[in-house]
């Protein structure tokens, strides 16, 4: 990021003249197989195996930790991650066991992907680092955030739920297109469909970012797809332990999301959360990451107003 970016992102959080939104409609558009200057790939080794991760900044700063989710990997907080950098923030992120660049990771021979296993690798990252974090759950990982959360709090300063489904149970139920016959297709024949979309383009992803979508694909292991669909299938309910947590919360959503923004203001009153809402789909963090990383950052700083 330029010394320019810097205090153009300074001025937003500030909630001085330029707004977000209007640099969001200035960003340009980049090679998203390509991180930028200042990330420190790295591998780490889980419970699960070995998992492809990346850092940004100074590791003295408050650290942020930024979980991907079904499908996805690192690289979805490219524009995101800089910004909380210049904010004060070192940033860390990694690949799902089974994902993209963390292929070799993944359950013993005979056995599945489960929430286990993802939980085990989020604890085991939060405590190889200087703790507690911030911590962001992508869609399907803010329900392995939640889990993570039950099980050690002490490592959690703030949590943030970006495009994560927002119901409990059979997750998939509020999917308008989807909705009713998602109680009765197999796991395997909606990974299916979502693998299909992604790799057509349905959600109009734009050009630079196209390749790494489809080559993610060429690396995943594709049960590793099926069982987190299945998993979403049988999300955990932790809302009363999040609404008593006391814990600074954030639901960040796209108003074009999957899952419609009813069921999202309603999940982020029963936590007791913040609740941001873009003009845009299920990717705010590629598509509005100056708007997410000022409300990120505002809630940090409330969880940690010294």
């Known amino acids: 990021m330029t010394t320019w970016e810097r205090r153009r992102f300074r001025r937003t959080t500030n909630g001085e003249s330029e707004s977000a939104a209007v640099l969001d409609s200035a960003q340009p558009d980049i090679d998203w197989r390509m991180l930028p200057p200042g990330a420190h790939r790295f591998r780490f080794a889980a419970p699960s195996g070995s998992l492809a991760a990346v850092s940004f900044g100074d590791p003295a700063n408050e650290r942020v930790v930024l979980v991907p989710g079904a499908t996805g990997s690192k690289e979805d907080f490219t524009l995101v991650a800089p910004l909380l950098v ?146 979403m299938k049988h999300a955990p309910d932790l809302r009363v332990e999040l609404a008593v947590s006391g814990l600074p919360l954030l639901v960040a959503v796209g108003s074009h999301d999957l899952w419609p923004t009813r069921l999202q203001r309603e999940f982020a009153a029963l936590i007791r959360a913040d609740y941001r809402e873009y003009s845009t789909g299920h990717s705010p963090c590629e598509t509005t990451p100056h708007q997410l990383a000022r409300d990120l950052v505002a809630l940090y700083r409330r969880a940690s107003p010294d």
């Open 86 to 231: 210049a904010a004060g923030y070192y940033v860390e992120s990694y690949d799902l066991a089974g994902q993209y660049e963390s292929a070799g990771a993944g359950p013993e021979p005979s056995l599945s992907y489960d929430y286990d296993l993802f939980v085990g690798d989020l604890l085991a990252f939060l405590n190889a680092g200087e703790a507690p974090a911030h911590v962001l759950g992508y869609s399907f990982a803010g329900f392995v955030a939640q889990l993570a959360y039950l099980a050690q709090p002490e490592l959690f300063l703030s949590l943030a739920f970006l495009g994560m489904p927002p119901q409990p149970g059979q997750s998939f139920r509020g999917v308008s297109w989807i909705g009713p016959l998602s109680y009765v297709i197999p796991a395997h024949t909606i990974a299916g469909l979502l693998i299909w979309g992604v790799r057509g383009n349905l959600n109009h992803a734009s050009p630079g970012r196209v390749p790494l979508v489809r080559e993610r694909f060429d690396d995943t292991v594709r049960c590793s797809i099926d069982d987190i669909i299945g998993l």
